[in-house]
T-cell receptor, first 112, second 112 residues
């Protein structure tokens, strides 16, 4: 299995909702990442997990809460989002070294 | 000065020609260099990575790295219409589960 999967593909939520994005990989990678990508912009790093521990938080607002339950799974819990948080949310994984990152298909999030 | 710079394009090349995509980076501590292809509405796909000065070839793709000049390039030989996409250059510093910094991408159009 050489792919990263993400669910759901699309998500529409209100500003008071709580939702979660899920990412899974079975490549034995021990590093997992969340990125946010706005239209016509490059991906922006949000979080990095290494050996299931949060190693990098790029000063992301607390309405985004990551979780890494095990080495294959990565979640992003969403609460009280704003319309400007609407974007494509990408999960990626890699070995620790070398660190080529492989992206999942993304979740297209719309906040109303 | 942006950390990773690319010409946004569009770069238009005829089918069968060589497409040359360029990228410069500012941090001399950068160790790992990646090229991703991203089709509209899809997630980035890793097509090449390079760690050492010189050329690296994979099929129709050649990545070139010159650390002294802080310059990375991607050559696509025998360009096909299916190569039409945005190409993202990305660099990381530590080479191990670290932050991937992207350029803004170059849009390539291969014309019939």
């Amino acid at each position: 299995d050489t792919e990263v999967t993400q669910t759901p593909k699309h998500l529409v939520m209100g500003m008071t909702n709580k939702k979660s994005l899920k990412c899974e990989q079975h490549m034995g990678h021990r590093a997992m990442y969340w990125y946010k990508q706005k239209a016509k912009k490059p991906p922006e790093l949000m979080f990095v997990y290494s050996y299931e521990k949060l190693s990098i938080n790029e000063s992301v607002p607390s309405r985004f809460s990551p979780e890494c339950p095990n080495s294959s799974l990565l979640n992003l819990h969403l609460h009280a989002l704003q319309p400007e948080d609407s974007a494509l949310y990408l999960c990626a994984s890699s070995h620790l070294t070398p660190d080529e990152q492989f992206f999942g298909p993304g979740t297209r999030l719309t906040v109303l | 000065q942006k950390e990773v710079e690319q010409n946004s394009g569009p770069l238009s090349v005829p089918e069968g020609a060589i497409a040359s995509l360029n990228c410069t980076y500012s941090d001399r501590g950068s160790q790992s260099f990646f090229w991703y292809r991203q089709y509209s509405g899809k997630s980035p796909e890793l097509i090449m990575f390079i760690y050492s000065n010189g050329d690296k070839e994979d099929g129709r793709f050649t990545a070139q790295l010159n650390k002294a000049s802080q310059y990375v390039s991607l050559l696509i030989r025998d360009s096909q219409p299916s190569d039409s996409a945005t190409y993202l250059c990305a660099v990381s510093k530590a080479g191990t589960a670290s932050k991937l910094t992207f350029g803004t991408g170059t849009r390539l159009q291969v014309t019939l």
